[in-house]
């Protein structure tokens, strides 16, 4: 299996609504990474997860929540979003937490706030 | 001295021709320098990759051109296809930027049959 597999595809929600980002990979990747990207721009990190442990934070807004249940699993959870917060969130996967070891991204799920 | 300049912001070509994105760093300290390709509704995808220690890496129709004296490399696409469509994204990691990929601005290429 070489996917890392991103649920919901898509996702609707009020600013007021609380709703989990899930991800999963079996390829054996110690490392999790969540990226955010809004049309016509890079990738922008947000967390990064080795061996389960949160190692890197980008100074994201308390709203978000990450969790790493287990080394296949990453989750987002999201509380009290706002309408900028709209845009594709992206998981991605590597070898060890490092970039030049090559990310798998996901397809993403492309996140709406109403 | 983080940043990663990619040029052009798009970039249309005509099928079996030759595609050149470019970029340029500023952060002598990085080390890994990868090309990934992005289709509409999925997920960057890596596609190639150089490290400082070689001027070119060939695979298939793309090849990397690395100066490092220039802090400047580039992403040849030889006989371009519709298929080639994409958004290209160059980046740029090393120590410094605690192995983390720093991102170019992206290059969306329209190939025309």
């Known amino acids: 299996d070489t996917e890392v597999t991103q649920t919901p595809k898509h996702l609707v929600m009020g600013m007021t609504n609380k709703k989990s980002l899930k991800c999963e990979q079996h390829?054996?990747?110690?490392?999790m990474y969540w990226y955010k990207q809004k049309a016509k721009k890079p990738p922008e990190l947000m967390f990064v997860?080795?061996?389960?442990?949160?190692?890197i934070n980008e100074s994201v807004p308390s709203r978000f929540s990450p969790e790493c249940p287990n080394s296949s699993l990453l989750n987002l959870h999201l509380h009290a979003l706002q309408p900028e917060d709209s845009a594709l969130y992206l998981c991605?996967?590597?070898?060890?937490?490092?970039?030049?070891?090559?990310?798998?991204f996901g397809s993403g799920t492309r996140l709406t706030v109403v | 001295q983080q940043q990663v300049k990619q040029s052009p912001q798009s970039l249309i070509v005509q099928k079996g021709g030759i595609s050149i994105i470019n970029c340029a760093y500023e952060?002598?300290?990085?080390?890994?320098f990868p090309w990934y390709q992005q289709f509409p509704g999925k997920g960057p995808a890596l596609l190639i990759a150089?490290?400082?220690d070689v001027s070119e890496k060939k695979e298939g129709r793309f090849t990397i051109s690395f100066n490092k004296s220039a802090k400047q490399f580039s992403l040849h696409i030889m006989d371009s296809q519709p298929g080639d469509s994409a958004t290209y994204f160059c980046?740029?990691?090393?120590?410094?930027?605690?192995?983390?990929?720093?991102w170019g601005a992206g290059t969306k290429l329209i190939i025309k049959p």
């Open positions: 991605a996967s590597s070898q060890v937490g490092r970039g030049d070891y090559g990310y798998t």
């Open positions: 390829m054996g990747h110690r490392a």
């Open positions: 997860y080795s061996y389960e442990k949160l190692s």
């Open positions: 952060n002598t300290a990085f080390d890994y």
């Open positions: 150089i490290r400082p």
């Open positions: 980046a740029a990691s090393g120590v410094e930027s605690n192995y983390q990929l720093i």
